[in-house]
């Protein structure tokens, strides 16, 4: 996979100082994407209506325990759900290019503020509502409202349903898997941990 490394080399350049791709870190990749993806298939239309709640979205924030892999994992599983649920609507595309770059830029900022790991997923969900939300009534019009226009309603439902996913589920997850027995259970079979617990 020569294109999968180099995009691996340039992300860690950017963000750990440019350590060698390991095949560890391309299957821990393979591993995100096909959980990230599959989550998302298997969930269906409520995954990526105006109105919903994209419960893989919990996996965005475990970029603070395992970097990269995460980062590339849940941006390439959102171009495979999205390009699934979306490419036959109309607009469609813009689900295909917008969502992952939502997802990419929401994990990388997770990472890079894994020492205030609670505040980076408050951070991603934020990111992932205004980008997501932006378009998405284009391509599922959300119920009428005399109050809000269609694209502040799906603003504020995307970034609450986001809140929940990523700052409460994906939060979660981040406090159970950083205990010291699961890390030590983690490092011992090879994988890189960014976070433990005594790091906060």
């Given at each position: 996979m020569p294109g999968a490394s180099n995009l691996f080399r340039l992300i860690e350049s950017q963000f750990n100082g440019g350590e060698i791709v390991e095949s560890k870190d391309l299957a821990l990749t393979a591993l995100f994407i096909t959980l990230y993806s599959t989550l998302v298939i298997v969930q269906g239309i409520s995954a990526a209506a105006s109105i919903q709640i994209r419960f893989a979205d919990a996996l965005i924030p475990l970029s603070a325990l395992f970097g990269a892999p995460v980062i590339l994992g849940v941006t390439v599983?959102?171009?495979?759900?999205?390009?699934?649920?979306?490419?036959?609507?109309?607009?469609?595309?813009?689900?295909?290019?917008?969502?992952?770059i939502a997802n990419m830029v929401a994990s990388a900022l997770i990472f890079k503020m894994r020492r205030k790991?609670?505040?980076?997923?408050?951070?991603g969900a934020l990111i992932v509502g205004l980008i997501v939300g932006s378009y998405v009534w284009l391509l599922f019009p959300p119920v009428e409202s005399a109050i809000l226009p269609p694209w502040l309603l799906s603003?504020?439902?995307?970034?609450?349903?986001?809140?929940?996913?990523?700052?409460?589920?994906?939060?979660?997850?981040?406090?159970?898997?950083?205990?010291?027995?699961?890390?030590?259970?983690?490092?011992?079979?090879?994988?890189?941990?960014?976070?433990?617990?005594?790091?906060e």
């Amino acid at each position: 996979m020569p294109g999968a490394s180099n995009l691996f080399r340039l992300i860690e350049s950017q963000f750990n100082g440019g350590e060698i791709v390991e095949s560890k870190d391309l299957a821990l990749t393979a591993l995100f994407i096909t959980l990230y993806s599959t989550l998302v298939i298997v969930q269906g239309i409520s995954a990526a209506a105006s109105i919903q709640i994209r419960f893989a979205d919990a996996l965005i924030p475990l970029s603070a325990l395992f970097g990269a892999p995460v980062i590339l994992g849940v941006t390439v599983g959102c171009v495979i759900s999205n390009i699934y649920l979306s490419a036959s609507v109309p607009y469609g595309f813009i689900d295909v290019i917008f969502g992952p770059i939502a997802n990419m830029v929401a994990s990388a900022l997770i990472f890079k503020m894994r020492r205030k790991p609670l505040i980076g997923c408050f951070l991603g969900a934020l990111i992932v509502g205004l980008i997501v939300g932006s378009y998405v009534w284009l391509l599922f019009p959300p119920v009428e409202s005399a109050i809000l226009p269609p694209w502040l309603l799906s603003i504020l439902v995307i970034t609450m349903s986001s809140l929940f996913a990523i700052g409460g589920l994906g939060y979660s997850l981040i406090k159970a898997l950083r205990k010291p027995n699961i890390a030590r259970f983690l490092k011992a079979h090879g994988l890189k941990i960014y976070l433990e617990e005594a790091d906060e």
